[in-house]
């Protein structure tokens, strides 16, 4: 029986944090501790002529001042991408001669506090020789557009071709061909809590720790102990609570291997802490795709075949993920339907903006937003219900492990059911009736339909740049309470629960028996990290498969104790329990392997058991003592959650506003650990969809300044924004683990953005809109009423 899982268990970290009284970088104080400012770029292409910090080396409290000549022995800023042809620019902690977009750094001022670091930073004289600029990906691309880089002779990172199928064949056979430019326009993550480092390095033991709000520390300190030659096994990166991450501190920033470098030279422990402004301007930002659907479909509906040119701003230079995240688009683009023929060309550019890099479903958000853009287009070209247009192209339950023309085997799937259920708790038919009668009345009502599968649990090793398996080890101590050490750094998941959950349940003990901890490279075996909604599908794997191999060593324990064979054993809820047989045999005088005087026990506690194995006395000869297991999982496959999203909104015809009046969603993660925990995904996920349709857009001017470089100008979705969200699901399990889990962190950000755009459109379709740009902001839809009248 389950005590916890597939229960709904509030989280066991909720208090601290809730309460203030957790632990970020930024509340971590060291004695002596010196402050880091950097002084950035103002120009987004320029020439650096000169640099002089003399004024600002002599400035009260500055200790030390370093600039691009200072540290080029550090190495450059890793990027993780190996496509073909892909060019690299040799992107450095600070810049030397030659800047490419605004906020890169140049130069950084170390000093007492960080108000008189702040204050240097303007003694800094920096003769900078502007150039042109590109800003725009599609000109970034034409001939004759400002070089970034001259040696490289155009702005192209790369080119790539992927899919499968006759494209050229698909496309002729169909009756229609549906054609349409979209944008996918970027974003900003704005993680409640923006990037910090703090570094101590000891001379004695030459060691550096270096604490950061990652979500990969263990990779981190692989890239760091690269970067600026320590050796890996005298450096420890910490990761206290991270207060959320969204992809963007999936990565290595210059600033960790330049604090880290800069404490090894003063001997000092080193903080820098991220201002907002600094997260906006030079943290990555996400999505940034422009591109041009072809859709090929017959009269009946049936996709012929689907083709997708895209320009992927790369920005000027790559961080670590930067120019896979356009290829994952390419893998998730036959979305839910059997598609005969796909091809997507990218074209990679450089542009003189920050990077792009993976955001909240990193590529999958684009592709879904393609396919689901495609088949509502299809819909309105043929005159069809959109619901029943995604219905026709389904593949069948029967069908799985399905192989789409992407090069992927979808798992398990039952992408019928989802959209049944999503109608039906909607009353679709009632909602499309209430929308004839609200035209009737001159409103702007409309319906947007979503169905959408996405790629999770990354995930087999040979898919991923720096291995896709992850580690955990469970340890019973004596007095059995069940310490669990996850590779996995979770950033505000839930792990510590569900983990948690897992291993009560393993072993029969209270939740509150059991701790898990993570993000301590000196504790923690190696792990990869959490992203890709990776945390349980495979990092929970890791976690019960360590329980798994735990529990036969505790088994072959309990047997010793009770005097009989590790077949007889059973256990259950807490104790090991012989078998009828062998308890009446063992009654009778002949109980098993081993003999004695006493009448063996019949029954024995796992805290028995835990306490045997430490004092080690009464153990089976040739047995380690303590009970301790660790696993390396190494997933098969990736896993393909999957579901439907209905939105239903009014357009104020005179402001142009527009108002979420109805959201269900119906989502399939395969089983549920806590279903608490994946309605709380969803709903953040949902959010940062309606941010993304309606309201968010980093904006650069045409010189590559940043215009939406402050939360006044980077419009956020509030609560008071957000309708309540009627949540549901189906459940298919995966065969790709054995927990069944699919991962949902990023489901809602992929699902709902194309249902709410696509409800938008709806509604004004009275007007001869097919489609619209997003975000959808209120003037946008207030000149297309007007210029419509």
């Given at each position: 029986m389950s005590n916890y899982v597939g229960k709904r268990v509030k989280r066991t970290e909720d208090p601290r944090l809730i309460q203030g009284i957790g632990h970020y970088v930024d509340d971590i104080k060291l004695p002596d501790t010196l402050h880091v400012v950097f002084l950035r770029s103002m120009y987004a292409h320029a020439r650096i002529n000169s640099i002089d910090v003399s004024e600002a080396a002599n400035a009260p409290g500055v200790v030390a001042v370093y600039t691009g000549a200072d540290v080029a022995g550090i190495g450059q800023v890793p990027c993780a991408g190996a496509l073909p042809d892909l060019r690299v620019p040799d992107y450095?902690?600070?810049?030397?001669?030659?800047?490419?977009?605004?906020?890169?750094?140049?130069?950084?001022?170390?000093?007492?506090?960080?108000?008189?670091?702040?204050?240097?930073?303007?003694?800094i004289m920096v003769d900078y020789e502007e150039l042109p600029a590109v800003v725009d990906v599609e000109q970034a691309a034409e001939a004759g557009s400002p070089l970034i880089y001259e040696e490289y002779g155009n702005n192209i990172a790369y080119r790539l071709t992927s899919g499968e199928g006759d494209i050229e064949a698909g496309l002729a056979a169909a009756d229609r061909v549906v054609k349409q430019r979209v944008v996918h326009q970027r974003l900003a993550p704005i993680a409640m809590e923006p990037r910090g480092v703090l570094a101590r390095y000891l001379p004695g033991e030459q060691e550096l720790t270096v604490w950061s709000s990652t979500q990969i520390p263990h990779l981190l300190r692989t890239q760091l102990a690269l970067m600026i030659g320590i050796p890996e096994n005298k450096l420890r990166v910490i990761t206290p609570e991270v207060g959320g991450g969204f992809g963007s501190k999936l990565n290595v920033y210059a600033e960790e291997a330049l604090l880290g470098w800069i404490s090894m030279q003063l001997h000092k422990p080193v903080k820098w802490i991220e201002t907002r402004r600094e997260n906006i301007q030079a943290t990555i930002h996400g999505r940034g795709q422009v591109g041009y659907i072809e859709i090929g479909c017959k009269n009946d509906g049936t996709i012929t075949g689907l083709r997708y040119n895209v320009f992927a701003d790369m920005g000027a230079y790559h961080q670590l993920l930067t120019p896979a995240i356009p290829t994952l688009t390419g893998l998730m683009l036959s979305g839910c339907y059997k598609i005969p023929a796909i091809q997507m060309n990218i074209t990679a550019c450089f542009t003189n903006k920050v990077a792009t890099d993976a955001y909240r479903g990193a590529g999958r958000p684009e592709a879904t937003y393609v396919i689901e853009r495609a088949m509502d287009l299809v819909a309105a070209e043929l005159g069809m219900d959109v619901a029943e247009v995604r219905r026709k192209n389904f593949p069948k339950p029967e069908e799985f492990p399905f192989a789409t023309k992407t090069g992927l085997f979808y798992d398990s799937g039952n992408y019928e059911a989802a959209l049944d259920k999503a109608i039906a708790n909607a009353d679709y038919a009632g909602l499309r009736e209430m929308q004839k009668k609200a035209r009737d009345e001159g409103r702007l009502v409309g319906i947007?339909?979503?169905?959408?599968?996405?790629?999770?649990?990354?995930?087999?090793?040979?898919?991923?740049?720096?291995?896709?398996?992850?580690?955990?080890?469970?340890?019973?101590?004596?007095?059995?309470?069940?310490?669990?050490?996850?590779?996995v750094s979770p950033h505000g998941q839930g792990e510590e629960t569900?983990?948690?959950?897992?291993?009560?349940?393993?072993?029969?003990?209270?939740?509150?028996?059991?701790?898990?901890?993570?993000?301590?490279?000196?504790?923690?075996?190696?792990?990869?990290?959490?992203?890709?909604?990776?945390?349980?599908?495979?990092?929970?794997?890791?976690?019960?498969?360590?329980?798994?191999?735990?529990?036969?060593?505790?088994t072959k324990i309990a047997a010793h104790m009770m005097?009989?064979?590790?077949?007889?054993?059973?256990?259950?809820?807490?104790?090991?329990?012989?078998?009828?047989?062998?308890?009446?045999?063992?009654?009778?005088?002949?109980?098993?392997?081993?003999?004695?005087?006493?009448?063996?026990?019949?029954?024995?506690?796992?805290?028995?058991?835990?306490?045997?194995?430490?004092?080690?006395?009464?153990?089976?000869?040739?047995?380690?003592?303590?009970?301790?297991?660790?696993?390396?999982?190494?997933?098969?496959?990736?896993?393909?959650?999957?579901?439907?999203?209905?939105?239903?909104?009014?357009?104020?015809?005179?402001?142009?506003?527009?108002?979420?009046?109805?959201?269900?969603?119906?989502?399939?993660?395969?089983?549920?650990?806590?279903?608490?925990?994946?309605?709380?995904q969803v709903h953040g996920g949902i959010v940062q969809s309606v941010g993304q349709a309606l309201y968010e857009e980093v904006v650069y001017d045409e010189n590559g300044q940043l215009l939406t470089g402050t939360l006044m100008d980077y419009a956020l979705p509030k609560a008071a924004m957000i309708p309540r969200l009627e949540l549901d699901k189906t459940e298919t399990p995966t065969p790709v683990n054995p927990l069944g889990a699919k991962g949902v962190g990023e489901a809602g950000t992929i699902g709902a953005t194309p249902a709410i755009v696509g409800a938008v459109v709806d509604a004004l379709s009275p007007f001869g809109v097919r489609h619209l740009d997003m975000p959808l902001k209120p003037e946008k839809i207030w000149r297309i009423l007007h210029t419509q009248n």
């Open positions: 450095r902690v600070l810049a030397k001669d030659h800047v490419v977009f605004v906020g890169q750094p140049v130069a950084a001022i170390v000093a007492t506090d960080r108000y008189a670091a702040r204050d240097a930073v303007d003694l947007g339909v979503s169905t959408y599968v996405e790629i999770c649990a990354l995930g087999p090793s040979q898919a991923m740049p720096a291995g896709g398996w992850e580690s955990a080890t469970v340890r019973i101590e004596p007095t059995c309470k069940i310490t669990v050490l996850t590779g569900s983990f948690a959950q897992i291993v009560a349940d393993e072993f029969g003990v209270a939740l509150e028996d059991v701790t898990v901890i993570h993000g301590d490279t000196a504790i923690v075996q190696y792990g990869i990290g959490t992203f890709g909604s990776r945390g349980l599908a495979v990092g929970g794997t890791a976690v019960y498969k360590a329980a798994e191999k735990l529990k036969e060593k505790a005097q009989t064979d590790v077949a007889n054993v059973s256990f259950k809820e807490g104790k090991f329990t012989k078998t009828a047989t062998a308890a009446a045999s063992a009654v009778a005088g002949n109980g098993g392997t081993t003999t004695g005087d006493a009448v063996p026990r019949n029954e024995i506690t796992i805290q028995e058991v835990a306490l045997a194995a430490h004092l080690a006395r009464e153990i089976p000869p040739g047995l380690e003592p303590g009970l301790s297991a660790t696993h390396f999982f190494e997933p098969e496959n990736f896993t393909f959650p999957f579901g439907t999203h209905i939105c239903v909104v009014e357009v104020d015809k005179e402001t142009g506003d527009i108002k979420i009046l109805k959201y269900v969603a119906v989502d399939d993660c395969g089983k549920q650990i806590n279903p608490l925990l994946v309605e709380g």
